[in-house]
């Protein structure tokens, strides 16, 4: 498969990948959506998705005919097995503006705090600008200080924010915009 892309964290030691979503992945990646712990640190509430729903979601990603994949499997290598652990996507695409969105979810909480979201959000940056696009953006809710802190060790850079934009547990937080944008 040439659409995989590999990557090292946890200082060089562990071998990970991204590799394009398919539908086997889907109930996988609905009980991420669907486990509160993860869906906390979420600005957007995925609950009580189901398997349409997330065929809806990838779907959208996969349609169209030489397209190159933009909705990834974060997969880590555990003794030559392959074990997924969340995905990663370049959405809301812009062409008129050479413009996208990213956005990552560490599902397997187990890799909470392993480095993997800094490495795979560098891989996508640099996946991003290889298809043409000049400006990625990204959302964090506020709260979320691990997300910002990799996004912005991958080169993204605080744009504003969004006052009391995410409702999250009868409180209103504060939405972080950030992009990083091709040099040249």
Do not use: C
């Not at 080169?155 to 504003?160: D, M, N, P």
């Not at 409180?171 to 992009?179: A, E, F, R, V």
């Amino acid at each position: 498969m040439t659409d995989i892309i590999n990557f090292v964290f946890q200082r060089g030691d562990r071998k990970g990948r991204l590799r394009p979503v398919n539908s086997n992945d889907w109930a996988q990646i609905v009980g991420w959506w669907n486990n509160p712990d993860v869906r906390h640190l979420y600005d957007v509430h995925f609950v009580n998705q189901t398997f349409s729903d997330a065929e809806k979601w990838f779907l959208k990603e996969t349609g169209e005919q030489d397209r190159k994949p933009r909705s990834f499997v974060i997969e880590v290598d555990i003794d030559g097995k392959w074990l997924p652990v969340g995905t990663a996507e370049l959405y809301s695409e812009r062409p008129s503006h050479n413009s996208v969105e990213f956005g990552f979810l560490i599902g397997d909480k187990e890799w909470w705090g392993k480095g993997i979201g800094t490495e795979i959000a560098k891989k996508m940056v640099a996946y991003g600008f290889k298809l043409g696009y000049h400006r990625i953006g990204a959302v964090s809710a506020a709260y979320n200080t691990r997300s910002m802190n990799t996004l912005q060790k991958a080169g993204f850079q605080i744009e504003g924010i969004r006052k009391s934009y995410v409702l999250r547990d009868g409180q209103y937080h504060d939405q972080t915009l950030m992009s990083v944008v091709k040099e040249g």
